[in-house]
T-cell receptor
Framework: KNQVEQSPQSLIILEGKNCTLQ??????????LRWYKQDTGRGPVSLTI?????NTKSNGRYTATLDADTKQSSLHITASQLSDSASYIC?????????????FGRGTSLIVHP | DAGVTQSPTHLIKTRGQQVTLRCSPK?????VSWYQQALGQGPQFIFQ???????QRGNFPDRFSGHQFPNYSSELNVNALLLGDSALYLC??????????????FGSGTRLTVV
């Protein structure tokens, strides 16, 4: 069964600090891994996408890493801002017979305090 | 360039009633997927529509049904509502030919409350 596990479940940090969110997955066959940011009551917005051959991808203050051997990914947020307060969801996708069905993690809830 | 549009944004229904949620995909997208997101949980896949047919389905009962129209817009219908159906319902669109790389664009969701 395809699964995506995220840790920690929630995280509180002070504005300006860095943080790292973790994602472990058992999805096969692997197609790509995405990190999404979801503000409360809103739809998820894509931050990064990585395929099997990529091990790092940056989007501004967000940097994602991927270790396809250990099936782990991390999202590092640098110099956090109050607007970073949101849920961060790791999504791992596989393709089979032309279909594309992603598996979602439960997300890490990040709260940035002033 | 309009993104994914969902309507209504909020909805309150009584247990046992039926509800229809609507989604217009992003321009250029031909595939629509529906997700249920309970509070504090990640989205759970309901089903995916392409070429007006249901192509994939998650672990949801037959009370959940859908439709896709020739203009690629889609509806999600839920019959015999239960209290546990209360959730944020997300619509995501993609272009089937490149979905594996470009992924989904999500709408802002419809918040359904069943009382």
């Amino acid at each position: 069964k395809n699964q995506v596990e995220q840790s920690p479940q929630s995280l509180i940090i002070l504005e300006g600090k860095n943080c790292t969110l973790q994602c472990n997955y058992t999805v096969s066959p692997f197609s790509n891994l995405r990190w999404y940011k979801q503000d409360t009551g809103r739809g998820p917005v894509s931050l990064t996408i990585m395929t099997f051959s990529e091990n790092t991808k940056s989007n501004g203050r967000y940097t994602a890493t991927l270790d396809a051997d250990t099936k782990q990914s991390s999202l590092h947020i640098t110099a956090s801002q109050l607007s970073d307060s949101a849920s961060y969801i790791c999504v791992v996708s596989s393709t089979s017979g032309g279909s594309y069905i992603p598996t979602f993690g439960r997300g890490t809830s990040l709260i940035v305090h002033p | 360039d309009a993104g994914v549009t969902q309507s209504p944004t909020h909805l309150i229904k009584t247990r046992g009633q039926q509800v229809t949620l609507r989604c217009s995909p992003k321009s250029g997208h031909d595939t629509v997927s529906w997700y249920q997101q309970a509070l504090g949980q990640g989205p759970q896949f309901i089903f995916q529509y392409y070429e007006e047919e249901e192509r994939q389905r998650g672990n949801f009962p037959d009370r959940f049904s859908g439709h896709q129209f020739p203009n690629y817009s889609s509806e999600l219908n839920v019959n015999a509502l239960l209290l546990g159906d209360s959730a944020l319902y997300l619509c995501a669109s993609s272009f089937r030919g490149a979905a594996a790389f470009y992924g989904y664009t999500f709408g802002s969701g419809t918040r359904l409350t069943v009382v």
